[in-house]
Each structure stands twice: as C-alpha cells, then as structure tokens.
C-alpha cells in the first residue's frame, strides 16, 4: 500500500532534478531565478518618474564575427556599443570543405556552433552522432589513421551595459582587470557578463602531424549582473510592446510595434548568431530566431521562419536554409 505514494515521490523527484539540471545547462550555471523577483525582496516603492532603467532599452547581438553589440530599442536602433570576444569569429572551418564518400553518394560535414557535426548532401541536413566533445575526448578510438588535437575554451567578459567599456576579461591563464592604472575599475550601473565558449577540434596525420582539416566553434551566453544601488526594479518601464524579429543569415533586426509596424531595423555586416533583450525584472532573456516572422503590413521582406540554418562563413559569407528530415 505504501509503495505507490513512494514511486510517485521517487519520480516527482527525478522530473525536479531534471528541470534543475536542464535549467542550470540553459543558464550556464549563474542563476536567475523568480526567487530574485526585486518584489520578493521587499525592495521599496519608487516614485514613477525614475522609472525606465537604461539596460532595458537595449537588445544585445552576437554576430559571427564573435562581436556582441548593444542596439538601443528606441532611437531607431541605433548601436550604443560593440565589444570583441576572442578568439576569432565564431566559425572557422576547414571541414566543410571536405567532400567524403558514403555509398558512391557525396557528403559534406558541417560544424554547428555548438559543436554538433552535420551531413550534408545537397538536398537533406543529418546530425551525425559525433560532436566536438566526444571526439577530443575519445580520438585514439574512432581510427588509426588519424589523431585528434584541440580543446574547449571558456573566456568571461564584463561590460558596462552603460558605455561599452570593458572592465574585466578571464580567460583561461588569468582575470584581467583592464582599467590603466592596474586598479579595478568600480562599475556604477548594471554590468553584462559575457560568457564565450570555444570548442576547436584538429584533424592530424599521426605519422607527420599534418593537418587534415579543423573546425573552431563558438557560443554566447549573458547575463546581467544588477546595479546594486538600483531600487526602482518594479516601477521598470518595459519595452515589451515592442517586437524583434530576426533574419539570421542578414545580419538584419528588425523592431515591430503591436501592430506589426516596423519601427527600425539595423543590418550587421554578419550573421546574427543569437540577441537577448532585458526582462520586466532584469532578467536576460533569448529573442526567439526562429519565430513566426509574418506581418500583417509587409513592408519589408521577411521570409518563413526556417528550421535550421545552414551557412558558410569564410571571407565572405554564402548562405542557405535548409530543413531537418
Ligand atoms: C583551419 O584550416 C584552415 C585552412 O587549412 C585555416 O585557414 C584556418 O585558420 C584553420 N582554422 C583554425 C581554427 O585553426
Ligand atoms: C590588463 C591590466 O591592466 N592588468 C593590470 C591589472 O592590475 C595589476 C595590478 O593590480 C597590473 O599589474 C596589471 O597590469
């Protein structure tokens, strides 16, 4: 009779631990949760007139040419700042250029930014159950004619949400205060953290040291860590009405009203890899790239929403869409 309410327990149990997990891994382990909720935090009531925090008027961008950028909501989408992240664009490869033979049938490996591969063979995308990860970890095991050299790297960026300027970068040999004085620098308003992860994978003759091919792929993560003098949270003008449409392979943002009105759009010189804009109460949240993009008033060209993206970036960029079978 006891057994039942047990399994149950058991199993409400495990779905915690997985949202957790699956939380965590979302978040790149610095968390923000609703217990932060400033209304939770009996932070007190501020009068309405110093209501609109900077930082969520802004919608940051990574582009592949490892740049994020901060674009100011109003104001036409103007770019208050633009910071580099090392090292290198988010996609350098030399994979792809590789045509292998499956079954008298040509194919193509393409690296996805988060170190998945691909197959390609010109008409249909297959994830290839081999990714980055794995490949460093096992290379002796998967052949002998061929030696994998290479790693992950994680490099952490603090940014003046308010100016653009760099306050500190750690990268894997130390944390670098960037201030000239050798002092660190004392932020006065809310800081953007920027977390980039690079993962790059060599290919080696084992006889010679040869390099077959390489593929380096990166990701962004943000978050904000919150003025601490800031108290007026929850009277936060949002920016919510406002909606953002993105056409990845462009580079082009696009801000619509409610009523599908396009606002402003600002086009980067690449690629737009991921954007996030700031919440009712500062939290960073990811704008959906793959979102409907019909408007009611098609004034611009916004093509339907693909699946998947599928792109070359090398001096210059080619693109295509193509759709998972
Ligand atoms: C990969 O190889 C190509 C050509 O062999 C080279 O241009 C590129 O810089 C390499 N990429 C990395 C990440 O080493
Ligand atoms: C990059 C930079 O400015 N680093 C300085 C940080 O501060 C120490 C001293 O505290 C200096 O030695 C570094 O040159």
């Given at each position: 009779m006891e057994l039942l309410p047990l399994v149950i327990r058991y199993i409400v149990f495990v779905c915690i631990l997985v949202l957790f997990w699956t939380n965590c891994l979302a978040s790149g382990g610095i968390e923000t949760t609703e217990e932060n909720d400033p209304k939770d935090l009996g932070i007190p009531f501020c009068a309405p007139e110093v209501s609109k925090r900077q930082v969520n008027g802004l919608v940051f961008v990574s582009t592949m040419d490892g740049k994020i950028s901060a674009l100011n909501l109003?104001?036409?989408?103007?770019?208050k700042w633009s910071i580099e992240t090392g090292p290198g664009p988010m996609l350098s490869s030399s994979i792809h250029n590789l045509e292998l033979s499956n079954n008298g049938q040509w194919v193509r490996m393409i690296p996805s930014l988060s170190g998945g591969l691909y197959k390609m063979n010109g008409k249909s995308v297959e994830a290839v159950p081999i990714n980055a990860e794995n490949l460093l970890k096992s290379s002796f095991r998967y052949s002998d004619d061929v030696i994998i050299s290479g790693g992950m790297e994680s490099r952490t960026y603090g940014v003046d949400s308010a100016t653009g300027k760099l306050l500190y970068e750690c990268s894997m040999a130390s944390c670098d205060n960037q201030t000239t004085q050798g002092q660190r620098a004392t932020p006065v308003g809310d800081v953007i953290l920027i977390q980039r992860q690079t993962q790059t994978v060599r290919a080696i003759e084992p006889r010679d040291g040869t390099e077959r091919w390489n593929f380096s792929v990166g990701q962004h993560e943000l978050k904000l860590s919150p003025d601490p003098s800031a108290s007026c949270h929850d009277t936060v003008a949002s920016y919510d009405e406002i909606v953002l449409k993105v056409i990845v392979p462009d580079g082009l943002i696009c801000a619509l009203d409610s009523a599908g009105t396009v606002l402003w759009k600002h086009t980067f010189e690449y690629p737009v890899v991921s954007a996030w804009r700031v919440g009712r109460s500062g939290e960073i949240k990811g704008v959906d790239l793959f979102g409907g993009t019909r408007t009611p008033e098609e004034k611009i060209y916004l093509p339907e929403s693909p699946v998947l993206y599928v792109g070359m970036h090398n001096k210059q960029v080619r693109q295509a869409r193509a759709h998972i079978n």
């Open positions: 109003e104001d036409g989408g103007s770019q």
